[in-house]
Structure formats: C-alpha cells, structure tokens
C-alpha cells in the first residue's frame, strides 16, 4: 500500500525518473500540471481545440524533457511549450481554412450597440461575459495572422511584457514589440471599421 | 465619422475582459488515459540526444546564417569575377602552357 504521508518527488527528481527509463513516471508530471497547462491553452485556441492542443504540448514536452534545464521551473518551461504549440496550431489553421473571415452577424452587431451606449458598469460587465461577447473577440481576431494573434493575446489581453512574452513564444524582445504594435494597429482599424459602420446606422 | 477614443478604449476593455472570462476546461480522466497511453507508444526517452525543442529552436537559427553565408559567397564570387565556363574556354583559347585537351587523354 503507498504511504500518503511520504514526501512528494520534485518535479526534477520525476524528470530525471522519466529521463533514466521510466515513462510511467510522466503521469505524475501530466497529473501535477494539467490543469495549468489546460488553461494556458483554453485561452489561445477555440474551445473545441484545447483537449487535442494540451495533448500535442504534453508530447512535445514528453520528447524534448532531456533539454530542460534543471535550474528551471518546469512549469514555465512546460507554459513556453503550450503557447508555441498553441502559436503552430493557428499557422496550421490559417493554411488550412476554407473560410477566411467568419462573418459579422447581426447578434455581433447588437452587442457591440449594448456596450457602446452602457454607462453603468454593472451592467458593462454583465454585457461582457456573455457569449456575444467572446464571439465577437473571436472574430475580430480572425482577421490577424497567427503572429500578430499571439502576440495581441499575450501582450494586450493578458497583459504580459515584451519580454514574458518574448520568452514565451521564443521570439526576441523587438521583434515582439514590432509585431504587437502592428496587431494592436490593424485589430484597431478592424474595429473603428464596425464602430464607425455602427455609429452611422 | 471619427470614432472617440473613449468608445475604443470601452471596447478594447470589454474584449480584454471577454477574454479573461474563457471559460476553464475541465478534462476526464480518459483524456489523462489518452496522453499516457501515446507516451508509452514513443518509449523511453534518454538524456543528452537531440530533441525535437533543440531542433526546432537551432534549426531557423541555422537557416538563416547558411542563408547568409550564401549572400557572402556569392557577393565575393561577382565582386571576383569568377566565371567558371569563361575561365576554361580563355584557359584553352589563351594556351600559353601549349595546354590542350591531348594533355588530359594522354598518359
């Protein structure tokens, strides 16, 4: 029978289990971090995606365990595989669409009504949880490239600095400070299009 | 019409929070069952061979300096004037060594 009082292995003692043969030992690993790693991933791919797109970046994880540093976290190591796995599945998914832009419904645009003539914020924040809502932040996006996707997600909707996101996605800090202010710039013009359009009906 | 900047700012703050409101994925243990039985399908991993991270990390590094190094040669190679086909056929037209193909087929 397991002893539930006998101290916990660390996360590098499991890897170096892991790495010296024993795979059944990456359960512990996949047990300790999913839920992190699911949420990582709930945030940049659509719903419907995520259980398949934490599959891949545990695997990927899996395979390239030998070149994590063991003076690391391994949970921001595993963060930084999750969100370029997240970044390949939007490249594979802009290749491969038939439907470039999903349209601007009439839904999209009474919500958009709501929220520009709300005062209170309340009810602003009511007006925000709703389904309209991320619909409406999903198709906005859509007309970015997986780049500038990422990028806008991680620097402008979670807030994250050049360089954490820089880390993230393995590019360099100008590079991301280049490529979020050329989203934020067209994710602008995309938007002022329906707020303008809006204001005139 | 000129959108005000209080109109973008609401609406940026409203996808901001829209996006923070993802909703958390929940997940049953067949898919922890899933990823596991798939590891085991690849097998043990060792430490030290090159993995598929080193890989992918290096490899656009690398292919950008080849890429480089391809200008450089190349650049050196017109800025030298090095023709190939024109350096033989002057080579034989010139002959000053009384050079000639019989040089190459005879012992």
């Known amino acids: 029978m397991q002893d539930d009082n006998a101290p916990k292995p660390s996360d590098a003692e499991v890897i170096r289990q892991v790495l010296d043969g024993n795979v059944d030992a990456f359960e512990l690993l996949l047990a300790r971090h999913k839920d992190h790693i699911l949420k990582v991933v709930g945030k940049h791919v659509p719903y419907h995606e995520v259980q398949e797109t934490a599959h891949v970046a545990f695997i990927k994880a899996y395979q390239s365990l030998s070149s994590f540093k063991k003076e690391g976290h391994f949970v921001q190591w595993l963060s930084q595989i999750a969100v370029r796995t997240c970044y390949d599945y939007w490249r594979q998914h802009y290749r491969t669409r038939e439907v470039p832009v999903s349209a601007f419904s009439e839904r999209h645009q009474d919500w958009l009504e709501k929220v520009m003539s709300e005062e209170s914020a309340q009810s602003f924040r009511e007006e925000f949880s709703r389904k309209e809502a991320k619909e409406f932040l999903d198709w906005a996006l859509d007309g970015l490239s997986a780049e500038e996707r990422m990028v806008l997600e991680l620097v402008h909707l979670e807030g994250l600095s050049g360089r954490e996101a820089a880390r993230l996605l393995g590019w360099s800090v100008a590079n991301v400070k280049i490529r979020s202010f050329r989203a934020r710039k067209k994710l602008k013009k995309v938007l002022t299009g329906v707020m303008e359009g809006q204001e005139e009906r | ?107």
């Open chain 2, 1 to 107: 019409m000129k959108v005000s900047r209080k109109a973008q700012t609401k609406l940026m703050a409203a996808l901001a929070a829209a996006y923070r409101e993802k909703a958390k994925i929940e997940v049953d243990g067949q898919w922890e069952v899933g990823v596991m039985r798939h590891i085991r399908r690849l097998g043990p991993v060792h430490s030290g061979g090159i993995s598929f991270e080193f890989l992918e990390r290096y490899m656009w590094q690398l292919a950008s300096a080849t890429c480089l190094l391809i200008l450089i040669l190349s650049a050196a190679l017109i800025r030298g004037e090095f023709i190939p086909e024109y350096e033989i056929a002057q080579a034989f037209i010139e002959d000053s060594t009384r050079l000639g193909l019989l040089a190459y087929v005879t012992p």
